[in-house]
Every structure is written in C-alpha cells, then in structure tokens.
Nanobody, 113 residues
Framework: QVQLVESGGGLVQAGGSLRLSCAASGRTFSSYVMGWFRQAPGKEREFVAA????????SYADSVKGRFTISRENAKRTVYLQMNTLKPEDTAIYYC??????WGQGTQVTVSS
C-alpha cells in the first residue's frame, strides 16, 4: 500500500517562503521519479516540478522557475519543494506524486497579497 503524506503548507504573505515535504511509504522510493503538482480553485491540476530518481535532474513549470526548488532525500523517502518569493497566484492545494500512479492527499498553500 503506497502512502504519500504532504506537510508544510500554510498561510504566508506575498514574498514569503514555505517548504513542503512529502514522505512516502510502501514502495522503493528511490526507484521513482517524484513530482509536485497544484490545483487552484476552479482550475485544473497543473505540473509544478519533477525530480529524477537520483535527484540529478529536475524540471519546472515556467511559472515557478527560479523561485521554487525541488529536492529529495532517498534515505528519508522524502521529496521537498522549497518555495520562495511566493505570489498570490501560487495559492493552491499542492500534491506530490510518486511515479505515474500515486498521489498524496494535498496540502493547502495560501499566499496573501
């Protein structure tokens, strides 16, 4: 049984920072590409960032490039999303994804102007 548990969301003012974490269990964590996605109210879920199995390769949506950083610690079975210079348009529920099939429950990020 795969379980992904996100944490670290909250309310922050524009320009602030948050660090999201996603802890995984039930699979060989290091065998999977990990990703972060987000869904704002009334919008479709969208890609934010992804990281390769070793952590040596990353990719980002244009909207977050230069502000967000994805990283992972395979020994801790955890993936992170460091979010800096947050904007009100970053407000969404953030989900982590393991491989192609498994999603966490999401964590709310709210950025006030």
């Amino acid at each position: 049984q795969v379980q992904l548990v996100e944490s670290g969301g909250g309310l922050v003012q524009a320009g602030g920072s948050l660090r999201l974490s996603c802890a995984a269990s039930g699979r060989t964590f290091s065998s999977y590409v990990m990703g972060w996605f987000r869904q704002a109210p009334g919008k479709e879920r969208e890609f934010v960032a992804a990281i390769s199995r070793s952590g040596g390769s990353t990719s980002y949506a244009d909207s977050v490039k230069g502000r967000f950083t994805i990283s992972r610690e395979n020994a801790k079975r955890t993936v992170y999303l460091q979010m800096n210079t947050l904007k009100p348009e970053d407000t969404a529920i953030y989900y982590c994804k393991l491989g192609t099939d498994y999603w966490g429950q999401g964590t709310q990020v709210t950025v006030s102007s």
